[in-house]
Each structure stands twice: as C-alpha cells, then as structure tokens.
C-alpha cells in the first residue's frame, strides 16, 4: 500500500522553527517528486514547496521563499521542510503529496494539486504570535 506520512507539526512562536518530516513507501520513491502543501482553516489548500528526484530540483511558493527550506533523503524514502522564521499565518495543516518526476521543469504547475498522485495525512502547525 502507498503511504505517505507527515510528521513534526507542533505549536510555536512567531519567529521559531519546525522541521516537518514526510516519510513515504509503496512506491518507487526516485521516480516521484514530493510536494509540501498546507490548508489554513478556512482557505484552500495551496502547494509552497516541491522537490525533485536526484536533480536538487526546489520550488517554493513565494510566501515561504527564503524561510522554508525543502530536501529528500532517497536513501530513506523522505522528505524534510525546514521552516523557519514562522509566522502567525503560517498556521495550517500541512500536508505532502507526490507526483510522478520525468526530470522536466515543472515550475509553473508544481503547485497545481491535480498533478500529484498520493497525498498523505496532514500535520497541524500552529504559530502563535
């Protein structure tokens, strides 16, 4: 069965840091590209980050752009985003997905949700201010 699992949401303060961890199996992980997505209660769900296979392919929203750092561990199927610098309206669920990865810039559709194939269970964030 494919899993995808998010890990390390929390509650802190505005300006701390989190590490949020996506743990995936099931599938051939280098062929997929992992996406970070979060929902904040009562918005849509909007894609900030998407890393590539073997390439160091990043995107990042521009709302995360320079806080939040995305990287993979191929070895042991996972991702990791590193956010920093945290802000009140950072507070969502976040959630990783993935989408099949053919080595192409995907930059204008990494945020698109219809492109991805397996989505995993969220993990609530939350910065207080």
């Known amino acids: 069965d494919v899993q995808l699992q998010a890990s390390g949401g929390g509650l802190v303060q505005a300006g701390g840091s989190l590490r949020l961890s996506c743990a995936a199996s099931?599938?051939?992980?280098?062929?997929?590209?992992i996406g970070w997505f979060r929902q904040a209660p009562g918005k849509e769900r909007e894609g900030i980050s998407c890393i590539g296979s073997n390439d160091g392919v990043k995107y990042y929203a521009r709302s995360v752009k320079g806080r939040f750092t995305v990287s993979r561990d191929n070895a042991k199927n996972t991702v990791h985003l590193q956010m920093n610098s945290l802000k009140p309206e950072d507070t969502a669920v976040y959630y990783c997905?993935?989408?099949?990865?053919?080595?192409?810039?995907?930059?204008?559709?990494?945020?698109?949700?219809?492109?991805?194939?397996?989505w995993g269970q969220g993990t609530l964030v939350t910065v207080s201010s």
């Open positions: 997905a993935a989408r099949r990865y053919f080595g192409r810039s995907f930059d204008t559709t990494f945020q698109e949700q219809s492109e991805y194939e397996y």
């Open positions: 099931g599938f051939t992980f280098d062929d997929y590209a």
